[in-house]
Every structure is written in C-alpha cells, then in structure tokens.
Nanobody, 118 residues
C-alpha cells in the first residue's frame, strides 16, 4: 500500500503564490511518475503537471506560471501568478510499480483546496 500525504494549499489573492507538496510512503515500490491534477466544481479532473524521469509536462493553462519538481518520493508544485480560474481541489498522483509483482498502480492523495480570489 502506498500513501500520499499532501500539504500546502489555502487561499490567496490573484497574482499571489502557493506551494503544494506531496510525499509518498510505503514499502516495496518504485515510483514511475508523479503529478498534480485538479478538479473544479462541476468540472472533470484535469492534469496540471506531471514529471517522469526528469521530463515535465504542463497543462497549457499553467505553463510559465507553475513549476513541478521531484526529489525521491516527494513532489512539489510551485504556483505563481495565480488566477481565480486556478481555484480547485488539487490532487497528488503517483504512478508506481510494485517491486515483487511488477504490478503498475496509480495512487491519489486526499486533495487540498486552492482558492484564488480576484
């Protein structure tokens, strides 16, 4: 079993910054990729940023404003120049491979609220 614990988030005015962090814990797994997704009220969950083997990809809406970085089992999302449309619940995601069975699994954090006011 893998647990993802998120921290950060909160409320900020437009133009401000926030930093989200997520740490994966558990035993006997390798992390293939980590990322952040978000879900606004009434909308589907969408990819915000993902990092795999050092390669990053971002949603067009956050390019040049958000930065994802990973160190071992921890992934951070630095969010600058926040806009009201960034308001959503942000979820950490980890794509892992179990060491013994080589089963590939997807895990999610509990979500953290980000609210940007105009």
């Amino acid at each position: 079993q893998v647990q993802l614990v998120e921290s950060g988030g909160g409320s900020v005015q437009a133009g401000g910054s926030l930093r989200l962090s997520c740490t994966a814990s558990g035993r006997l797994f390798n992390i293939n990729a980590m990322g952040w997704y978000r879900q606004a009220p009434g909308k589907q969950r969408e990819l915000v940023a993902r990092i795999e083997s050092g390669t990053t990809n971002y949603a067009d809406s956050v390019k040049d404003r958000f930065t994802i970085a990973r160190a071992n089992a921890k992934v951070d999302l630095q969010m600058n120049s926040l806009k009201p449309e960034d308001t959503a619940v942000y979820y950490c995601n980890a794509e892992i491979t179990k060491m013994i069975t080589f089963e590939r699994l997807n895990y999610w954090g509990q979500g953290t609220q980000v609210t940007v006011s105009s």
